[in-house]
Structure formats: C-alpha cells, structure tokens
C-alpha cells in the first residue's frame, strides 16, 4: 500500500522559514517524479513545485520560484520542500504527490498517481 506522509507543517512569520517533509512507503520511490501542490481555503489545488527522480531536475511556479526549494533524498524515500522568505499568501494545506514516470517532472495534477493527506502551513502576518 503506497503512503505519503507530509510532515513539517505549522504556524510562521512572515518573512520566516519552514521545511516540509514527505515520506513515501509502498513504491519504489525512484521510479517516481515528485511534486508539491498547496490549497487555500475557497480556492482550487495548484502547483507549487516539481522534481524528477533523481533531483536533477526541477520547476517552480512562479509565485514561489527564488523563495521555495525542492529536494529528494532518494536512500531516505523522501522529498523535501524548503520554504524561505514566506508570505502570507503561501498560507494553505501542501501535499506532496507522485508520478509515476523517470523522463523528466510533471505540473499537472491529474496526472499524479497518489496524493498525501497535507500539511498545513500558516503564515501570519
């Protein structure tokens, strides 16, 4: 049974910092290109950050491109989101997601195979 556990989430300043985890089980994780997706309250799922399968490769959205850093550590089984210079508008719940491909990342959700529970992050003003 695949799981993805997101963990790391909670209340912040503006301005500050916050690392999200995720720990995948029950799949071969380098098999997979990862993502970060974020909801707000009374909007739709969108993407935050993508990673391929060994992390050599990476894509931002351009809300959070020069503040947000995907990273995998693929003898852990796990990905990583570390988030700088925070604004009150990254403030949602993240999840982390998995697609099951080894060519390169992916920004779609429909198109990710499973999905975390997600984390929330709140960023106070």
């Known amino acids: 049974q695949v799981q993805l556990v997101e963990s790391g989430g909670g209340l912040v300043q503006a301005g500050g910092s916050l690392r999200l985890s995720c720990a995948a089980s029950?799949?071969?994780?380098?098999?997979?290109?990862m993502g970060w997706f974020r909801q707000a309250p009374g909007k739709e799922r969108e993407f935050v950050a993508t990673?391929?399968?060994?992390?050599?490769?990476?894509y931002y959205a351009d809300s959070v491109e020069g503040r947000f850093t995907i990273s995998r550590d693929n003898a852990k089984n796990t990905l990583y989101l570390q988030m700088n210079s925070v604004k009150p508008e990254d403030t949602a719940v993240y999840y982390c997601?998995?697609?099951?491909?080894?060519?390169?990342?992916?920004?779609?959700?429909?198109?990710?195979?499973?999905w975390g529970q997600g984390t929330q992050v709140t960023v106070s003003s």
């Open positions: 997601a998995a697609d099951f491909q080894t060519t390169g990342w992916e920004t779609f959700a429909r198109r990710y195979d499973f």
């Open positions: 029950g799949l071969k994780f380098s098999n997979f290109a």
């Open positions: 990673i391929d399968w060994n992390g050599a490769s990476t």
